[in-house]
């Protein structure tokens, strides 16, 4: 829904100047992100300092990147085109709907309230409500759980293979937007039932 690769950009960097590390740029960030902040951090610091440095480094950059994150939350990320527009219309189908993420909790919901998305979803869960994340099933049969739904009766809107791969195991039918980074793949090589370029492309008209 939210285009938040600015937003990575300058926490990560920013925590990599902490730790006085060399940058690294936004082409590694789109094929990096997707799997959670602490997958990222480690594939981070895995790149610009070896792997053996990840875990004596991970703690203080976990801190860091936290600290640099929540400062600039959203001041460099924008809403897709058609996002806004395509819930609205979900929403006036009557349709319950949920925002499940593998972003943390303290950055999704913060996220959500500054663009203008929070009145649209019944619920939100970032990556740490639950044990394990996306792709794994676990997050997305949990939501189903607390909507009430059926999983077969539950569509999954997303942008990436994890989105994709998830819904799949949950056995819910699943949409992805073609703009996701999807880890530097081509979205329409992921598993779902359908594609569209835009959210509002969903129920047109």
């Keep these: 829904m939210v285009d938040t690769i600015g937003d990575f950009v300058v926490a990560l960097n920013r925590m990599l100047d902490d730790l006085a590390l060399p940058h690294v740029d936004r082409d590694f960030i789109e094929r990096t992100v997707g799997k959670g902040s602490e997958h990222l951090i480690r594939m981070t610091l895995t790149q610009v300092a070896g792997a053996d440095s990840v875990e004596t480094r991970f703690t203080a950059a976990w801190d860091r990147y936290q600290h640099h994150y929540l400062a600039i939350n959203g001041e460099h990320s924008a809403v897709f085109p058609g996002v806004a527009e395509g819930l609205r219309a979900l929403q006036a189908r009557g349709l319950v709907l949920a925002c499940l993420t593998n972003k943390p909790t303290a950055f999704a919901l913060p996220l959500l309230e500054k663009k203008g998305l929070a009145p649209f979803f019944k619920l939100a869960f970032g990556g740490d409500a639950f044990e394990r994340k996306k792709p794994d099933p676990l997050p997305l049969l949990k939501t189903c759980e607390a909507l009430g739904t059926e999983p077969g009766r539950t569509?999954?809107?997303?942008?990436?293979?994890?989105?994709?791969?998830?819904?799949?195991?949950?056995?819910?039918?699943?949409?992805?937007?073609?703009?996701?980074?999807?880890?530097g793949e081509p979205v329409r090589s992921a598993p779902a039932d359908a594609f569209v370029d835009r959210l509002d492309e969903l129920l047109p008209g």
């Design 155 to 183: 569509l999954m809107i997303g942008d990436s293979s994890n989105d994709a791969k998830a819904a799949r195991a949950a056995g819910c039918p699943v949409v992805l937007v073609s703009y996701g980074y999807n880890h």
